[in-house]
Protein backbone atom coordinates (compact mmCIF):
# COMPACT_ATOMS: atom_id res chain seq x y z
CA UNK A 1 0.00 0.00 0.00
CA UNK A 2 1.25 3.35 -0.88
CA UNK A 3 2.00 5.65 1.57
CA UNK A 4 -0.30 8.34 0.64
CA UNK A 5 -2.75 6.11 0.81
CA UNK A 6 -5.78 7.85 3.06
CA UNK A 7 -6.31 7.11 6.12
CA UNK A 8 -9.60 5.06 6.95
CA UNK A 9 -12.45 7.20 9.30
CA UNK A 10 -11.83 4.59 11.94
CA UNK A 11 -8.02 6.14 12.20
CA UNK A 12 -9.43 9.69 13.26
CA UNK A 13 -8.94 11.16 16.38
CA UNK A 14 -9.25 14.43 18.08
CA UNK A 15 -6.84 16.97 18.81
CA UNK A 16 -5.67 16.91 22.45
CA UNK A 17 -6.67 19.86 24.41
CA UNK A 18 -7.76 19.20 28.19
CA UNK A 19 -6.38 21.20 30.71
CA UNK A 20 -4.09 18.22 32.57
CA UNK A 21 -2.69 17.36 29.09
CA UNK A 22 -1.43 20.54 29.48
CA UNK A 23 -0.27 20.35 32.73
CA UNK A 24 1.54 16.80 31.45
CA UNK A 25 3.25 18.32 28.85
CA UNK A 26 4.26 21.65 30.51
CA UNK A 27 5.56 19.63 33.71
CA UNK A 28 8.02 17.65 31.08
CA UNK A 29 9.32 20.33 29.48
CA UNK A 30 10.58 21.86 32.89
CA UNK A 31 11.74 18.94 34.05
CA UNK A 32 13.38 17.75 30.49
CA UNK A 33 11.66 14.83 30.49
CA UNK A 34 10.86 12.51 27.21
CA UNK A 35 7.30 11.03 26.71
CA UNK A 36 7.08 8.06 24.45
CA UNK A 37 3.65 9.45 23.77
CA UNK A 38 5.29 12.31 22.05
CA UNK A 39 8.38 10.57 20.90
CA UNK A 40 6.45 7.70 19.11
CA UNK A 41 3.77 9.88 18.10
CA UNK A 42 0.92 8.26 20.05
CA UNK A 43 -2.76 9.26 18.49
CA UNK A 44 -4.29 8.30 21.67
CA UNK A 45 -1.64 10.88 23.80
CA UNK A 46 -4.90 13.58 24.47
CA UNK A 47 -7.09 10.46 25.74
CA UNK A 48 -4.26 8.95 27.76
CA UNK A 49 -3.05 12.31 29.32
CA UNK A 50 -6.57 13.62 30.22
CA UNK A 51 -7.30 9.99 32.00
CA UNK A 52 -4.27 10.58 34.44
CA UNK A 53 -1.97 8.38 32.97
CA UNK A 54 1.47 9.27 31.07
CA UNK A 55 4.18 6.73 29.91
CA UNK A 56 7.78 8.56 30.16
CA UNK A 57 10.98 7.74 28.21
CA UNK A 58 13.82 7.12 29.74
CA UNK A 59 17.66 7.33 29.35
CA UNK A 60 17.34 9.99 26.63
CA UNK A 61 15.77 10.03 23.64
CA UNK A 62 18.37 8.78 21.41
CA UNK A 63 18.54 4.69 21.26
CA UNK A 64 20.77 2.53 20.04
CA UNK A 65 18.76 0.36 18.04
CA UNK A 66 17.30 1.38 14.22
CA UNK A 67 13.32 -0.42 14.34
CA UNK A 68 12.09 0.29 11.05
CA UNK A 69 8.50 1.33 12.40
CA UNK A 70 10.07 3.51 14.97
CA UNK A 71 10.05 7.53 15.02
CA UNK A 72 12.85 7.48 17.82
CA UNK A 73 16.05 9.10 16.61
CA UNK A 74 19.11 6.33 16.49
CA UNK A 75 22.94 6.35 17.17
CA UNK A 76 25.60 3.93 18.41
CA UNK A 77 26.81 5.67 21.29
CA UNK A 78 24.23 8.30 22.88
CA UNK A 79 24.35 10.85 25.27
CA UNK A 80 25.45 9.74 29.01
CA UNK A 81 22.47 9.24 31.44
CA UNK A 82 21.21 11.75 33.00
CA UNK A 83 21.87 11.08 36.67
CA UNK A 84 18.87 13.42 38.06
CA UNK A 85 16.33 11.81 35.98
CA UNK A 86 15.18 9.14 38.06
CA UNK A 87 13.83 11.74 40.74
CA UNK A 88 12.46 14.31 38.29
CA UNK A 89 10.41 11.64 36.89
CA UNK A 90 8.99 10.53 40.39
CA UNK A 91 8.81 14.16 41.23
CA UNK A 92 6.83 14.71 37.69
CA UNK A 93 4.24 11.76 38.49
CA UNK A 94 3.77 12.46 42.16
CA UNK A 95 2.90 16.35 41.20
CA UNK A 96 1.01 15.14 38.38
CA UNK A 97 -1.00 12.85 40.61
CA UNK A 98 -0.65 10.08 38.00
CA UNK A 99 -2.72 7.04 38.83
CA UNK A 100 -0.98 4.68 36.61
CA UNK A 101 2.31 5.62 34.91
CA UNK A 102 4.38 3.30 32.29
CA UNK A 103 8.12 3.87 32.23
CA UNK A 104 9.76 2.98 29.52
CA UNK A 105 12.67 3.31 27.61
CA UNK A 106 15.21 3.53 24.58
CA UNK A 107 17.66 0.73 24.19
CA UNK A 108 21.03 1.18 25.34
CA UNK A 109 23.38 -1.64 24.43
CA UNK A 110 25.98 0.80 24.55
CA UNK A 111 25.49 0.28 28.72
CA UNK A 112 27.38 -2.55 30.68
CA UNK A 113 23.82 -3.60 31.91
CA UNK A 114 21.54 -2.15 29.30
CA UNK A 115 20.35 0.97 31.53
CA UNK A 116 18.84 -2.18 33.72
CA UNK A 117 20.04 -0.28 36.96
CA UNK A 118 19.17 3.43 35.70
CA UNK A 119 15.39 1.84 35.24
CA UNK A 120 15.46 0.46 38.83
CA UNK A 121 16.54 3.94 40.59
CA UNK A 122 13.27 5.46 38.66
CA UNK A 123 11.14 2.55 39.87
CA UNK A 124 12.48 2.77 43.72
CA UNK A 125 12.28 7.02 43.23
CA UNK A 126 8.20 6.84 42.20
CA UNK A 127 7.74 4.65 44.80
CA UNK A 128 9.02 6.73 47.81
CA UNK A 129 7.78 9.70 45.80
CA UNK A 130 4.13 8.31 44.35
CA UNK A 131 3.48 5.61 46.67
CA UNK A 132 0.21 5.11 45.12
CA UNK A 133 1.13 5.39 41.24
CA UNK A 134 0.84 1.67 40.18
CA UNK A 135 3.60 1.43 37.67
CA UNK A 136 4.25 -0.56 34.90
CA UNK A 137 7.88 -0.86 32.67
CA UNK A 138 8.49 -1.39 29.31
CA UNK A 139 11.73 -2.72 29.44
CA UNK A 140 14.56 -3.46 26.46
CA UNK A 141 15.50 -7.27 26.24
CA UNK A 142 18.71 -6.42 27.87
CA UNK A 143 20.58 -8.46 24.99
CA UNK A 144 18.64 -11.68 27.06
CA UNK A 145 20.60 -10.97 30.14
CA UNK A 146 19.41 -12.56 32.60
CA UNK A 147 21.03 -10.37 35.57
CA UNK A 148 19.83 -7.16 34.06
CA UNK A 149 16.53 -8.48 34.13
CA UNK A 150 16.72 -9.30 37.56
CA UNK A 151 17.42 -5.85 38.53
CA UNK A 152 14.43 -4.67 37.37
CA UNK A 153 12.44 -7.44 38.22
CA UNK A 154 13.32 -6.75 42.23
CA UNK A 155 12.76 -3.18 41.74
CA UNK A 156 9.42 -4.42 42.20
CA UNK A 157 6.86 -2.85 39.17
CA UNK A 158 3.32 -3.98 39.07
CA UNK A 159 3.85 -5.01 35.49
CA UNK A 160 7.01 -5.77 33.48
CA UNK A 161 6.52 -5.66 29.35
CA UNK A 162 8.64 -6.61 26.67
CA UNK A 163 6.95 -5.75 23.09
CA UNK A 164 7.92 -8.68 20.63
CA UNK A 165 6.14 -5.77 17.91
CA UNK A 166 5.63 -8.25 15.32
CA UNK A 167 5.15 -11.77 13.62
CA UNK A 168 8.28 -13.88 13.79
CA UNK A 169 8.44 -14.20 9.97
CA UNK A 170 8.60 -10.18 9.84
CA UNK A 171 10.92 -9.47 12.74
CA UNK A 172 13.58 -8.75 10.19
CA UNK A 173 12.76 -5.83 8.85
CA UNK A 174 10.26 -4.65 11.25
CA UNK A 175 12.86 -4.96 14.35
CA UNK A 176 16.56 -3.56 14.62
CA UNK A 177 18.92 -6.77 13.63
CA UNK A 178 19.99 -6.64 17.56
CA UNK A 179 16.07 -7.56 18.38
CA UNK A 180 15.07 -11.13 18.14
CA UNK A 181 11.42 -12.61 18.38
CA UNK A 182 12.82 -15.56 20.82
CA UNK A 183 14.77 -13.34 22.79
CA UNK A 184 11.48 -11.50 23.42
CA UNK A 185 9.80 -14.67 24.43
CA UNK A 186 13.10 -16.13 26.45
CA UNK A 187 12.66 -12.09 28.81
CA UNK A 188 8.92 -12.56 29.28
CA UNK A 189 9.47 -16.61 30.16
CA UNK A 190 12.71 -15.89 32.46
CA UNK A 191 10.28 -12.58 34.17
CA UNK A 192 8.17 -15.52 35.29
CA UNK A 193 10.98 -17.76 36.35
CA UNK A 194 12.22 -14.70 38.58
CA UNK A 195 8.91 -14.06 40.55
CA UNK A 196 6.05 -16.40 39.05
CA UNK A 197 3.78 -13.44 40.42
CA UNK A 198 5.00 -10.78 38.53
CA UNK A 199 2.71 -9.72 35.89
CA UNK A 200 4.01 -9.29 32.13
CA UNK A 201 2.81 -7.68 28.95
CA UNK A 202 3.54 -7.35 25.07
CA UNK A 203 2.61 -6.23 21.90
CA UNK A 204 1.51 -6.78 18.08
CA UNK A 205 1.13 -4.40 15.44
CA UNK A 206 -0.59 -5.18 12.50
CA UNK A 207 -0.31 -3.72 8.99
CA UNK A 208 3.02 -5.18 8.13
CA UNK A 209 1.19 -7.91 5.97
CA UNK A 210 1.40 -10.64 8.53
CA UNK A 211 -1.17 -12.87 8.21
CA UNK A 212 -4.23 -14.31 10.42
CA UNK A 213 -2.65 -17.37 11.37
CA UNK A 214 0.39 -15.59 11.93
CA UNK A 215 -0.58 -13.36 14.62
CA UNK A 216 -2.47 -16.44 16.24
CA UNK A 217 0.66 -18.35 16.63
CA UNK A 218 2.30 -15.47 18.17
CA UNK A 219 -0.65 -14.75 20.94
CA UNK A 220 -0.18 -18.62 21.30
CA UNK A 221 3.47 -17.87 21.83
CA UNK A 222 2.90 -15.55 24.04
CA UNK A 223 0.71 -17.23 26.29
CA UNK A 224 2.73 -20.13 26.33
CA UNK A 225 5.82 -18.40 28.33
CA UNK A 226 3.01 -16.79 30.78
CA UNK A 227 2.28 -13.46 28.98
CA UNK A 228 -0.78 -12.17 31.15
CA UNK A 229 -1.74 -9.28 29.00
CA UNK A 230 -1.93 -8.14 24.93
CA UNK A 231 -2.09 -4.96 23.31
CA UNK A 232 -3.04 -5.10 19.53
CA UNK A 233 -2.84 -2.18 17.44
CA UNK A 234 -2.62 -0.70 13.88
CA UNK A 235 1.17 -0.45 12.78
CA UNK A 236 0.73 3.72 11.48
CA UNK A 237 3.64 4.91 9.13
CA UNK A 238 5.74 7.79 10.98
CA UNK A 239 7.51 9.29 8.34
CA UNK A 240 8.52 8.78 4.67
CA UNK A 241 11.45 7.07 5.84
CA UNK A 242 9.96 4.26 8.05
CA UNK A 243 8.24 1.19 6.70
CA UNK A 244 5.31 1.76 4.51
CA UNK A 245 1.93 0.64 5.60
CA UNK A 246 0.67 -2.67 4.12
CA UNK A 247 -2.85 -2.58 5.04
CA UNK A 248 -5.25 -1.14 7.13
CA UNK A 249 -6.99 -3.73 9.40
CA UNK A 250 -10.71 -3.54 10.06
CA UNK A 251 -11.89 -3.01 13.64
CA UNK A 252 -13.75 -5.73 13.43
CA UNK A 253 -10.82 -7.95 12.97
CA UNK A 254 -9.20 -6.39 15.87
CA UNK A 255 -12.49 -7.34 17.80
CA UNK A 256 -12.01 -11.60 16.51
CA UNK A 257 -8.78 -11.11 17.64
CA UNK A 258 -9.40 -9.63 21.29
CA UNK A 259 -11.88 -12.69 21.62
CA UNK A 260 -9.33 -15.38 20.66
CA UNK A 261 -7.17 -13.53 22.65
CA UNK A 262 -9.78 -14.16 26.33
CA UNK A 263 -9.81 -18.04 24.71
CA UNK A 264 -6.42 -18.37 24.85
CA UNK A 265 -6.03 -17.46 28.52
CA UNK A 266 -4.77 -13.63 28.80
CA UNK A 267 -6.04 -11.79 31.55
CA UNK A 268 -6.55 -8.81 29.43
CA UNK A 269 -6.58 -8.29 25.46
CA UNK A 270 -6.99 -4.04 23.89
CA UNK A 271 -7.54 -4.50 20.62
CA UNK A 272 -8.04 -1.82 18.33
CA UNK A 273 -6.84 -0.17 15.68
CA UNK A 274 -5.50 2.78 17.99
CA UNK A 275 -4.64 0.42 20.60
CA UNK A 276 -0.83 1.10 21.70
CA UNK A 277 1.45 -0.91 24.01
CA UNK A 278 0.54 2.01 26.60
CA UNK A 279 -2.79 2.36 26.38
CA UNK A 280 -5.39 4.04 29.01
CA UNK A 281 -8.27 1.44 28.68
CA UNK A 282 -5.95 -1.12 29.12
CA UNK A 283 -4.02 0.08 32.30
CA UNK A 284 -7.92 0.65 34.48
CA UNK A 285 -8.23 -2.59 33.74
CA UNK A 286 -4.69 -3.67 34.73
CA UNK A 287 -5.29 -1.50 37.70
CA UNK A 288 -8.08 -2.70 38.73
CA UNK A 289 -6.85 -6.45 38.11
CA UNK A 290 -3.91 -5.64 40.56
CA UNK A 291 -5.81 -4.23 43.36
CA UNK A 292 -8.17 -7.77 42.88
CA UNK A 293 -5.15 -9.17 43.61
CA UNK A 294 -3.75 -7.67 46.78
CA UNK A 295 -4.71 -9.17 49.90
Known amino acids: MAASTPKPRWLKVRLPGSPRYHDIKKRARQ ?7 EEARCPNIG ?10 MVMGDTCTRGCRFCAVKTLKRPP ?16 LDLDYVVITSVDRDDLSDGGASHFAACIRQTRTLAPKTKIEVLIPDFSGRLEPLK ?32 TTLQVLENIKKLDADRLTKSSIMLGFGET ?3 VLATMRDLRNVG ?4 TLGQYL ?16 VFQEYEQLGLEMGFAYVASGPLVRSSYKAGEFFISRFIDQRSP
Open 80 to 95: ALDPFEPHNVASAIAE
Open 31 to 37: LRLSTVC
Open 151 to 182: TVVDAGPEVIAQNIETVERLTHPVRDRKASYQ
Open 212 to 214: RDE
Open 227 to 230: CDFL
Open 47 to 56: ECWAGGTATF
Open 237 to 252: QPTKKHLVVSDFIHPD
